[in-house]
DNA sequence: GCGCTTGGCTAATTTTGATTAGCCACATTA
DNA sequence: TAATGTGGCTAATCAAAATTAGCCAAGCGC
């Protein structure tokens, strides 16, 4: 019944391995448990399969990006919640991200393939860039600029804080997409790096 | 009679560009202005053209690498040069870095390259990694090492100011090659980066 | 209990792209 | 200048994958 939903995950799983072109359709076939042509009942062929995939992945992150909007955008009713955020909320914050994108089962495989296609097709560069630079960044961004408005921080150029707060977990990210036996080392230093973070820009602290 | 460069040079930049697998013999062959047949006169088979942009960029890498040893690994004979390293020095190494891997030729289309086949082939991971990530990273570690011995920086961990330091120049080197159309703008974050980046280790500066 | 839809299968068929065969012109050289 | 090597071309051929045809069983609504 749900077989549907199977072959777009499996496909999934091999686009993000080896990319679209080097899958062929019996493999994701035979990984669902069926036969080849039995795919053609379901989608009206290997394009369709790659369309529904990008499909769903628009669908989540629109889902996602609503769901910010909500608990991100509009936190103005009580900016002091930010002005007391400690060393330890900060680390937690960036590990959490960091642990998130790196294992959420969906968001992971879709990361590799975005990463595997970005040069060939343009939209998926649009896509990769907003979801893991632009969009992280300008969260960030409007986390620090509330701990500045209300002390928390020496102050300083936004855009530059979050540049360096953010981008270790970027590259630190991407270190592990291809290097998964990495992770530990990765969570320890982004932590240093965190807490240090913390101590040179937070000397205003209490 | 450089029509066997030709086809290395077209076959990479088509590489790059939409992955080994979505380029076509014929493609290439286009490109350089012969029929696809006559390929096969200077190369066994597409795997030989993959394989001879490899072997060309393990030279370039040994090359590379054995320059670096000879001008990065040795300077011991006077580190009192890096003492006083200026903050306008910093940022012209730090955007020499990324203008030069962003910009060159080879290495540019070369780490497109990668990025596409990363996941699919381990060898390319790993070269990616030293490349782009232990690489640097070892390099840069070692001037902070001698700038931090030479009093010219607040002590601190060396890889964490090394992680500070080197990611947000790759970060924006990634999206560069995804959009080349925001190097200007990543550039001016760049030197900004830089110079709170000296401006935070600083301190005990002069 | 019958006609219909769903989703699976095997056995073609088609397409596409890589590769080979075999011919030819030109240049080099013994 | 004949012999040979090089590098190009057109016209096959091959192989691999995608896709289609056509059959069948199970489930289901009337």
Redesign the interface.
């Known amino acids: 019944m749900d077989t549907k939903h199977r072959i777009l995950d499996e496909a999934l799983t091999l686009f993000?391995?080896?990319?679209?072109?080097?899958v062929y359709v019996g493999e994701i076939a035979d990984r669902v448990g069926i036969k080849a042509p039995s795919l053609y009942k379901h989608y009206k062929n290997k394009q369709a399969i790659f369309d529904a995939i990008i499909d769903e992945m628009n669908r989540r992150y629109e889902e996602q990006a609503g769901a910010l909007n909500i608990s991100g955008m509009n936190p103005s009713e009580d900016a002091s919640v930010y002005m007391n955020i400690s060393e330890d909320k900060l680390v937690e914050i960036g590990l959490g991200l960091f642990t998130y994108f790196l294992h959420d089962d969906y968001t992971s495989r879709f990361r590799?393939m975005l990463?595997?296609?970005?040069?060939?097709h343009k939209e998926f560069?649009?896509i990769?860039?907003s979801q893991y630079?632009d969009g992280p960044i300008s969260y960030q961004k409007m986390l620090f600029q509330l701990m500045l408005s209300s002390g928390a921080f020496v102050p300083?150029?936004t855009?530059?804080m979050t540049?360096?707060f953010?981008?270790?977990i970027?590259?630190?990210l991407?270190?592990c997409?291809?290097?998964p036996g990495r992770e530990k080392e990765a969570l320890a230093?982004l932590e240093?790096?965190i807490r240090?973070?913390d101590r040179?820009?937070g000397g205003a602290k209490e």
């Open positions: 993000s391995q080896k990319g679209y072109a080097n590799k990463t595997i296609e970005q040069f060939h560069a649009d990769y860039t630079v300083a150029d855009d530059v540049l360096q953010y981008s270790p970027y590259m630190l991407t270190l997409d291809r290097d230093l240093k790096h240090q973070f040179l820009y």
